[in-house]
């Protein structure tokens, strides 16, 4: 296929002697069974993430063996290899602190392996972009394979998917309107298949992006895990990778620019999960791109939100697939997206979308004139709380809190918030904001209490939503009026360290803004003493926190992203 060394000559073990490495790494091939006809094949690698601690990836076996039969039967060898796996709920403190470590091993290894190309399988929420982030910076031709949604359970004559119905009965429980039986019986009806959330949470957003910047193959973002189109998905994936050696379109001629600011109308457009923005952030920023709070804020502005799905809707991400999936999306979508754009087949998605259309239920995905609402899902928030931004996802929020002002009540980390958020003597009434310091990247690894639960003496009166505002990050699955990620974080004296209880605080959708009304003298003096948490003393943690950026820069390590430009 190529004059330059490819399959198993490439990247040879350095031993001094290029003629022994080559001699001695067959040798070592031949003792896994593979005939000499394969040895002088391409090589496909298949980055596979499955774990006992990661359900979403519970299928990966079947999708690894049916991208392998995609790719001999294009003529080339497959090889899978392990990486990281990140199960979003069975990590401590937060998923998040190790998608960079993810990241990282997803580079190392598509490089120092001698692979001519590469399948990235993953799905759960983390995965998917700490696999892209490694592939965009190895840059080896490249292209992603979801595991796919989950299918929902029902109970009572109601359907059940994680994770939005597990906090809407788990608000009743505290509330006290559903008994413990019952959110027994409801732990069992909520996950009842492999596979991802089955709502428009952080891992079905990531993997709708995916496909809006090029990454993945079209149609595949939203086919359910069980659903026999994945493994025919799969087998395809692993055609189209052999296809990307003889064509050599690479992640960085995918990932442009253009490519990334379709992608954030497609966030817009299925009011997506706040999580992306964190996570296309850091993988743009792998290629040096840099979208501007004012371009995201145009953006959303543009872009209507067309897809009615939970946690904002009322549909799953199995009913979005069954409604005409991405491409109808991308139709609706197509006088505000850049058509030029290149995919992994090396199509530019004015061909893609020029294809015949199929049936599409307007019930799902909307008519670009009968929009679920006429601005996107989230907007980007600034002001003297926030100067180097903020993320509020309106479309989850409730419009009458969308322009208020309250008296803060401050929790200043996450002990302090499980301690005394239920404790029937705490100061809050309804109006108040309620705060959550130091739970940043550099404080906590940017966790997903961002989510803080109504006090539990006001959810029992009816209390429904209230402002909620830190610099932690809340999943993609979940509700209410809350201001995240803002930066700079309190742990590294940013002014949400300043706030005190009973001091106010102004919202303001209209003009992007969140504002603590106190004198900037009187904030300053509040900080002069501020010293940041002591870093770690060793290992993975400690290169963490000496590392690890803001959310305006995507929490990817500063030593990984690439210069702007």
Not at 53 to 81: I, K, Q, T
Not at 94 to 121: C, F, G, H, K, W
Not at 201 to 208: R, V, Y
């Amino acid at each position: 296929m190529t004059d330059e060394p490819h399959g198993f000559d490439r990247g040879l073990t350095n031993y001094g002697d290029r003629d022994f490495a080559r001699y001695l790494r067959r040798s070592f091939a031949r003792s896994m069974g593979i005939s000499v006809g394969l040895l002088d094949k391409p090589v496909v690698g298949i980055a596979m993430t499955p774990s006992g601690f990661n359900n979403c990836h519970r299928g990966m076996s079947d999708l690894v063996e049916a991208v392998s039969r995609g790719v001999l039967a294009a003529g080339a060898l497959p090889r899978p290899f392990p990486t990281v796996s990140l199960g979003e709920v069975f990590l401590n403190p937060t998923s998040m602190m190790y998608r960079n470590l993810m990241a990282m091993d997803t580079e190392e290894m598509i490089q120092a392996q001698p692979m001519d190309a590469v399948v990235l399988i993953g799905g759960c929420d983390k995965t998917v972009p700490a696999q892209l982030m490694g592939a965009a910076s190895a840059d080896l031709p490249a292209i992603q394979l979801v595991t796919g949604p989950m299918s929902t359970g029902r109970h009572k004559g109601q359907r059940l998917g994680a994770c939005t119905d597990c906090r809407g009965f788990w608000a009743k429980y505290r509330a006290g309107t559903v008994d413990a039986e019952e959110i027994a019986e409801v732990e069992g009806r909520l996950s009842v298949t492999q596979g991802t959330c089955a709502v428009m949470g952080t891992a079905s957003t990531m993997a709708c992006i995916a496909e809006a910047l090029g990454m993945s193959l079209p149609g595949t973002a939203a086919i359910p895990a069980v659903h026999s189109d994945r493994l025919v998905a799969a087998e395809e994936t692993g055609r189209a990778a052999v296809r990307l050696i003889r064509s050599k379109v690479r992640p960085s001629q995918v990932i442009t620019e253009k490519s990334v600011e379709n992608a954030i109308r497609v966030l817009m457009a299925v009011s997506g999960s706040t999580n992306a923005i964190v996570h296309l952030t850091a993988i743009a920023g792998r290629l040096g791109i840099r979208i501007p709070y004012e371009r995201f804020n145009q953006i959303s502005e543009e872009t209507p939100v067309l897809v009615d799905l939970k946690p904002v809707g009322e549909g799953y991400m199995e009913d979005f697939h069954a409604a005409g999936g991405m491409g109808a999306l991308l139709r609706e979508l197509r006088p505000l997206l850049h058509l030029d754009t290149v995919d992994v087949e090396g199509r530019t998605l004015a061909e893609r979308l020029d294809e015949p259309v199929g049936w599409v239920d307007r019930a799902v995905i909307r008519a670009s004139d009968n929009p679920v609402s006429a601005v996107g899902g989230l907007v980007a928030l600034t002001g003297n709380l926030a100067p180097e931004g903020a993320i509020f996802k309106r479309a989850a929020a409730t419009p009458q809190l969308f322009e208020s002002e309250g008296r803060a009540v401050v929790f200043t980390g996450l002990e302090d918030l499980s301690r005394r958020i239920d404790d029937p003597d705490l100061d809050v009434a309804p109006g108040d904001v309620l705060v959550l310091q130091n739970a940043g990247p550099h404080a906590a690894g940017m966790p997903e209490a961002g989510y803080l639960p109504i006090p539990k003496k006001l959810a029992r009166a009816g209390v429904k939503d209230m402002v909620r505002i830190s610099d932690a990050r809340m999943s993609g699955t979940a509700f209410g009026s809350i201001v995240l990620h803002v930066a700079p974080e309190a742990a590294i004296g940013g002014p949400l360290a300043a706030v005190r209880d009973g001091d106010r605080i102004r919202l303001s959708i209209r003009d992007k803004r969140i504002d603590l009304l106190v004198e900037a003298d009187e904030i300053a003096r509040r900080l002069a003493d501020h010293r940041p948490p002591p870093v770690p003393a060793r290992g993975y943690k400690a290169l963490y926190r000496r590392s690890v950026t803001q959310a305006p820069e995507g929490c990817d390590f500063d030593f990984l992203a690439k210069a702007e430009g």
